[in-house]
């Protein structure tokens, strides 16, 4: 192989080795933009849908309680603002259903939620469950109990896929610079050999071929001069030993 | 010296790690894990600083003996640096001091581990990391038998503990032809145990990386729980036959296999190491019966397997031994000091020098009786030079002394005694698991971080046969 063609193809390695590592930091980093993109819609929409849900819920479960004493027009209002509020909040979850298992849960919280809401939009005040706790801890309070456990389910699974991705996460940027880190460390490492094999293959056999030329010109005698590979400097050498062969047959005849 | 012819010959090592890496990565990319990256830029780093000198570089057969043994022993240490790589990109578990040591433990064939959920890792990396164990068991077969032999001369006579009757023989497997019949001889044996373990019913990843790590006598399995995962007494048996087998020199197993399966048992060796397995299973499950486990037959089935996976200094477990009897710990740790035979890929002080060892004490027992008589140490029926069977005692003693040492450095660290003194015999012997928290059932992950540099110094220490790894660092003695 030629000279050029070996120290183009450490420059090459060197390339190579840089790029790769650089275009993977770069694939990298981008999918952790889109992880945490995704981590925000997917995931953090649904918890704080969540919430909204639980807090109208518990404001509901008040209602009741106002309803239950008489106070119709006050619970009424609550209930009714609330409702809506709940709404809003399911239709996030229910619009935001991206992890396996979620469909389930949403459909859960629906189907009970709507067991829960026929309890209450039936007439309170004025009727025999009007002041009765019985009918509201074993009903009442118990249907809304189980709305609730179910709106937790759903923020507990999208809370531990949030710490999941944000696990990963951390991993993914580990794995962004983790290429930069080894190749930085590889790059001088091969720097090292590759000046090593340089200095050894080509500016070696370069001095003692200079040295050799001065040495022929100050004593007329040529020493040897070892050149490993067959490449340009060899052929270089066994020119310039022809040359000097050639000089002295030369000058033997004169 | 040439650096130049090093680098060319050290490149073919890493070359050889690239094309296993490479393995592992379409493993990788067939699974789709997140190991794919980590693995291929490893292959890429690999193969480039491999063929790079092979470009520059060119080829000579006249290598002499130094640097035969310079290039073995910096392709190995390189090697562990490139096994480092994958899995620190990867992340988990994996700092640098824990990519460190479990890469040194692969490809010192130890098989100690410092994961605690071997099975979160990536198909493709639990593959790369049984392979370092395959890939080390071929460096032993080569260090050991090709190597090792041609130091025998002024300026290396401490490896002359190698020289025994029947390492002495090892010259004549220095030839080219002969390293090529113990590769295929490493390979068949490794093909054998795929076949048998398919056979038992184990999935094709699960019985290529558990044959890679028994023919290597190292000890990685892709499970937590080791060979204990798989329950099948089948599985249990084809692996018991094959450490036995890795457990053996490869010349003698080479001659066996050839036909002259009398070599086997005409040699004291091989008779010796039979007999001391024998016997520590026997006295194991004695131990253990009644006290651990109330049948016979579940005794002799877990003193059999543990037994011989340390006394081959493989590794694997189906039981937890930390909770045995104390004379069955007993038992493992003098298993877990002596090892199987010299010239197979196992570690330990070798049972080639516990003869030699007994030998000289029955030859001093005998010169104490009739001090006039001429008595020789002979080993079948070659006779032992003094100065070898001097340099054996010296080398079971600097074994023992960097035991103990590593052992105390480790209590000052703050780890217990029992853990510290077999973790460090665990290492050292290439065995892989030791007692208390560093048991069979357990890792290193509570090792602090420098005593993980220790045993991963021990681990190289044991594998280079002590003296390998002191010639060299010391520059003096190339001179």
Not at chain 1, 130 to 146: K, P
Not at chain 2, 301 to 319: C, E, K, P, W
Request: glycine share 8%.
């Amino acid at each position: 192989m030629g000279l050029r063609l070996k120290i183009l193809s450490g420059f090459l390695i060197l390339t190579m080795m840089l790029a790769v590592a650089g275009i993977w930091s770069i694939y990298e980093l981008t999918t952790m933009g889109t992880s945490v993109q995704r981590l925000f819609d997917d995931n953090y929409k649904s918890i704080n849908a969540g919430k909204t849900m639980i807090e109208a819920l518990e404001r509901e479960d008040s209602a009741v309680l106002l309803l239950l004493s008489g106070k119709w027009e006050q619970g009424r209002s609550i209930i009714e603002s609330a409702d809506e509020v709940f709404h809003k909040g399911f239709a996030i979850a229910q619009s935001n259903v991206t992890i396996p298992g979620e469909p389930a849960y949403v459909e859960e919280i629906d189907t009970r939620y709507k067991r829960y809401k026929d309890l209450w939009v039936k007439p309170i005040v004025d009727t025999s469950k009007q002041g009765n706790l019985d009918w509201y801890f074993q009903e009442a309070h118990q249907a809304f109990q189980d709305v609730k456990g179910s709106v937790e389910k759903l923020v507990a699974l999208n809370d531990q896929t949030m710490y999941q991705t944000a696990s990963d996460l951390k991993n993914r940027a580990h794995r962004a610079i983790m290429p930069g880190i080894v190749a930085i460390l590889a790059a001088l490492i091969f720097t090292v050999i590759f000046n090593f094999l340089i200095n050894y293959y080509v500016v070696s056999p370069i001095i003692s071929t200079t040295k050799g030329i001065q040495r022929f010109m100050e004593t007329g005698e040529l020493p040897p001069i070892q050149v490993e590979t067959e490449d340009e400097l060899f052929h270089l050498v066994s020119s310039i030993q022809r040359l000097v062969a050639e000089a002295r047959t030369a000058e033997a005849q004169e | 010296m040439r650096p130049q012819i090093i680098l060319r010959y050290a490149g073919l090592v890493l070359l050889f790690n690239a094309l296993f890496l490479l393995i592992s990565c379409i493993i990788s990319a067939v699974k789709a894990d997140s190991a794919f990256f980590p693995l291929l830029y490893t292959a890429l780093i690999s193969s480039l600083f491999g063929i790079f000198p092979l470009i520059f570089v060119p080829p000579t057969t006249k290598i002499t003996n130094k640097e035969g043994f310079i290039i073995v022993v910096l392709s190995w240490i390189l090697s562990c640096l490139v096994g480092v790589i994958p899995y620190i990109m990867w992340g988990g578990e994996f700092s640098f001091t824990n990519a460190w040591f479990e890469s040194v433990s692969g490809f010192t064939t130890t098989g100690s581990s410092i994961l605690t959920d071997i099975e979160a890792l990536p198909l493709g990396l639990l593959f790369w990391r049984s392979a370092t164990h395959w890939i080390g068991g071929i460096g032993i077969i080569i260090f050991v038998l090709a190597v090792l032999p041609s130091m025998g001369k002024p300026g290396m006579i401490l490896y002359r503990a190698e020289m025994s009757s029947l390492a002495a023989d090892n010259f004549r497997y220095r030839t080219q032809k002969t390293l090529q019949i113990l590769v295929v001889i490493y390979v068949g044996l490794t093909l054998l145990e795929t076949i048998s373990l398919l056979l038992c019913g184990m999935s094709i990843f699960d019985a290529v990386t558990h044959s890679f790590a028994t023919i290597a006598t190292g000890g990685f399995s892709p499970k937590n729980l080791s060979v204990g995962y798989y329950k099948s007494a089948a599985v249990e048996v084809v692996i018991i036959v094959f450490m036995i087998l890795s457990g053996i020199h490869f010349g003698i197993l080479f001659a066996a296999l050839t036909g002259k399966i009398t070599d086997l048992w005409k040699s004291s060796i091989v008779r010796y190491y039979l007999a001391a397995l024998t016997t520590g299973v026997i006295a194991v499950t004695l131990s253990l019966h009644g006290s651990q486990l109330h049948s016979w037959a579940d005794a002799l089935r877990s003193a059999a397997f543990q037994v011989l996976s340390i006394g081959t200094s493989t590794g694997f477990a189906t039981t937890d031994s930390s909770i045995w009897p104390p004379f069955a710990q007993l038992v493992m740790i003098f298993f877990t000091l002596q090892c199987a035979c010299a010239g197979s890929t196992s570690g330990g002080i070798k049972a080639d020098r516990i003869v030699l060892f007994w030998k000289a004490i029955v030859k001093r027992i005998k010169k104490i009786q009739h001090p006039a008589a001429v008595i020789m140490v002979k080993m079948d029926t070659v006779a032992v030079e003094d100065d070898v069977v001097e340099v054996n005692i010296l080398f079971i003693s600097f074994y023992i002394g960097i035991v103990f040492l590593s052992g105390l450095i480790l209590t000052a660290l703050g780890v217990d005694i029992l853990s510290a003194f077999s973790g460090s015999a665990a290492t050292m012997g290439n065995v892989g698991p030791g007692f208390g928290m560093v048991g069979s059932m357990s890792n290193f992950s509570q090792i602090p971080a420098l005593g993980k540099w220790v045993l991963t110094a021990t681990m190289l220490l044991g594998r280079l046969e002590i003296f390998g790894l002191i010639i060299f660092f010391a520059a003096k003695s190339w001179r």
